[in-house]
């Protein structure tokens, strides 16, 4: 049930270099080996990392200008993926060529779109300008996970688990799981809302602000197809107006993390948890995203667990409970647009006959 269709984030700019020598940046995406390279110009390049002569992959070749060079018998490629030069021959056939993907760099991100590159609508690509506003700061971060990429989406997608996953980091007070999230349906995925009143900070906050007694909490977020997690979060002392709109001595965040599957059982993770307050104080930033830090290796190991246990009985059937809303309509309306893709390969090559007649 991977999507090609979509966006997904490939990389951090900073990960793909315009380095003469080097710069070349292999990643597995939905399955599809792929390099990044940027060219003379310093734009984005993505290829499939497969030479279209032997196999070879081109993340071992070498960059030559707006070119690259696979490394293997010698084949260079325009920055189209045409190949314009055999060593060993004058003619180069005309099938010579890899296949390049639509790519956009973007607020730090790097987004490719695996699919049909007639269907890749830039407007697709979520605002994520919390990543280089300089009104907001934060750190950049990446891990990979050995499992599906959907059992991290189930994760995000019910944060009731905080208090008992990360009680020291992002959780804090059990009390926060008794509120209910209010979930509704965008085009796209879904938007939870979860307040918590009254409660005690989560200690990540309170080592920052030092607030002197509860507060009110908030985490609205959209969960976006293919799996972009964008969240407005935060907390300030209670019965403040923080519901009604008035952010006083509040810590603000805004979470944007990206899901990239790999392969069916193996995912990209890259995040980044932006904060518009201590801007001068590269101190508080590095602190933030130490505690983001150790709450993913937190959810890593209880995700990972997860996943073992399922792997023992592939027939186990969970038991619904109320707070799975928001992931069961995220599941179905991944599964829809899954059977949409899979409907449409399966009608293409019925196709071609009539539209080359």
Known sequence: MLLRNCWYVAAWSS?????????????TIVNL????????????????????HRGAPLSRGRKEGDRLRCMY????FDRDGRC?????QDRVPPQARVRRFPVVERHNWIWLWPGNPALADESLIPDTH?????????LQGYTHYRTNYLLICDNLLDLAHLPYVHPTTLGGDEAYSRFPPKVERLERGVRITRWATGIKPAGFA???????GNVDRWNIYDFLVPGIFLMDSGMQPAGTGAQAGHRLDAAEFRGCQALTPETEDSTHY???????????????????????VKAFEEDSAMIHAQDAMLKLDPGFRMVPIAADAAL????????????AEAAAAAAAPAAAPAAAG
Not at 15 to 27: H, I, N, P, Y
Not at 131 to 136: A, K, M, V
């Open 328 to 339: 069961t309509q995220y599941r179905r309306l991944v599964a829809k647009l899954a059977a």
């Open 270 to 292: 890259f995040f980044a948890h932006p904060h518009n307050f201590a801007l001068d104080r590269p101190e508080v930033t590095e602190a933030i995203h130490a505690n983001v």
């Open 206 to 212: 309170q080592a920052i602000m030092n607030w002197p």
């Open 33 to 52: 080996p792929v390099v990044l390279w940027r060219d003379a110009a310093g734009s984005v390049i993505a290829f499939e990392d497969r030479c279209c």
């Open 130 to 138: 919390w990543l280089d506003d300089p009104g907001w700061r934060s």
């Open 15 to 27: 990960e793909v270099t315009s380095d003469a020598g080097g710069g070349l940046l292999a990643r």
């Open 73 to 76: 018998h010698g084949l260079l």
């Open 84 to 88: 314009i030069e055999i060593p060993s």
